[in-house]
């Protein structure tokens, strides 16, 4: 056979998922199981002891999460894997062996509302803090960072509103102040951009949402690059480049190199916070996984469909998909997202919040609900939902104004969804 590197539909199937050991069953089985037997009391010394690799508590690993953790970082060309109860976990765990009380995470303004509430409220109980920066200008990253600053947070192609961040250039600033850059890839899936393939130092998804696919379950995944030198940085990072004292003094980033992160967020973070993924969940997302690209060309031609018929409306005000010419975002998606500008994005319905209203209650096809990323499209309106308790000046700031719809665009017929569009907008004009 001639050397090839596999191709991404290829990995996308194949990655991580040899034949079961013990049975042979081609695909992955669920392992159902709670614990695992140890061969005798040296054995399970060695686990406790992460002198030998090995399966002990499924709040730690298990067969079918570690399958699903295999896949996903060889999809983004990370080296190592963790699997989460959500995706809100993995932003937390993501950032746990990164800070300690006093330290800051530095924060795209253009993120998921829920981890704007995440960063801005919940992790200040931890003594963490957030300083938030607008990406459209990657400079103000560098403006946010001080001495108490341990890594950078973007989303790569962001919600709401389809903005797409300069990656390379956020990666380049991290790596000017030696911090590692977070990037949430949810939106985009590596199947359109592959963050580390641009510098980023950890990817985070909820896997919830395209990975799944079918707004089946909820799951989260951190991958590694194994890029960022944390014994250069050991004063900054104790938690991998000092000695851990629960595991006898072992200095992760010294036993474990390029996959210590990964090794922490195993024995130290889901150990301690439990968050772990549930076998089933993970079984779920990898049948998701095997049909992701195909599913992501049909999002993304579909959306690009819908956002142009949108563009044309007479009851649109305007439509910021960054697959139109008329984007500010038209030539970052060129360069990051050639094969598709994604299909979440959002719009401005004449008539304002009442407008807005009744389109959500006219749809027939698209479902009324606070998720994205399903093989069914999706329609909410932020400003009488998610992001109901911000006064309008708040609202306006994260894109979420009373005239704003957002659209996550399924995979039915695109000529459907525009009928279904279409009734409603003359209902909501109408009114
Ligand atoms: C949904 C979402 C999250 C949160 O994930 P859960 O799985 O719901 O916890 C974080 N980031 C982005 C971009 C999301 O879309």
């Known amino acids: 056979m001639t050397e090839r ?3 991404f539909e290829t990995l996308a199937i194949h990655a991580g998922a040899a034949p079961d050991p013990a049975t042979g069953a081609r695909s992955v089985p669920i392992y159902q199981t709670t614990a695992y037997v140890f061969d ?9 002891n992460l002198q030998q690799l090995g399966f002990i508590y499924t709040r730690l690993n298990n067969p079918t ?6 896949r996903l970082a060889t999809l983004e060309g990370g080296v190592g894997a963790t699997c989460t109860s959500s995706g809100h976990a993995a932003q937390i765990l993501a950032l746990f062996p990164l800070m300690y009380p006093g330290n800051e995470v530095v924060a795209s303004t253009k993120l998921y509302g829920g981890s704007i509430n995440q960063l801005s409220h919940a992790i200040r109980k931890f003594g963490w803090s957030t300083v938030f920066a607008d990406p459209s200008d990657t400079d103000n990253f560098k403006r946010a960072i001080t001495e108490n600053s341990r890594a950078l947070f ?44 641009y510098g980023a130092h950890i990817v985070l998804h909820s896997t919830t949402k395209f990975l799944q696919g079918q707004g089946s379950s909820l799951g989260g995944v951190i991958i590694d690059s194994g890029k960022f030198d944390w ?19 072992l200095v992760f980033a010294e036993t474990f190199g390029e996959l210590s992160y990964t090794f922490y967020g195993h024995a130290v973070s889901l150990r301690d916070f439990g968050a772990a993924q549930a076998p089933m969940n993970a079984w779920l997302t990898i049948q998701g996984v095997e049909t992701l690209p195909l599913r992501m060309e049909k999002h993304c031609s579909n959306a690009q469909k819908v956002a142009e018929w949108l563009e044309k409306h007479p009851a649109v005000s305007w439509v910021s998909y960054a697959g139109l010419a008329s984007s500010d975002y038209y030539d970052l998606a060129k360069k990051y997202l050639p094969k598709g500008a994604g299909s979440v994005f959002t719009f401005g319905v004449k008539g304002g ?8 209650e006219n749809v027939e096809l698209f479902s009324h609900v606070a998720n994205l990323g399903d093989i069914r499209s999706l329609i909410i309106h932020p400003s009488s939902t998610t992001h109901r308790q911000l006064d309008e000046e ?38």
């Open 353 to 360: 919040y009442e407008a807005g209203i009744k389109l959500v």
């Open 154 to 197: 973007i989303e790569a192609l962001a919600n709401p509103g389809g903005a797409v961040v300069d990656v390379e250039k956020v990666a380049k600033i991290a790596d000017d102040y030696n911090l590692p850059l977070i990037v949430d890839n949810t939106l985009a899936t590596p199947y359109l951009l592959r963050p580390i393939d």
């Open 40 to 48: 005798d009391a040296d054995h399970a010394a060695s686990l406790f």
């Open 65 to 70: 999460v570690a399958a699903l953790e295999e």
């Open 5 to 7: 590197t596999p191709d």
């Open 231 to 249: 014994m250069k940085h050991a004063d900054k990072y104790p938690s991998l480049a000092k000695p851990a004292p629960e595991y006898h003094g």
């Open 394 to 431: 708040a609202q306006k700031a994260a894109g979420a104004g009373p005239d704003v719809v957002r659209l996550s665009i399924g995979l039915e017929s695109a000529e459907d969804l525009i009928a279904d569009l279409s009734q409603a907008l003359d209902k909501a004009a109408s009114s």
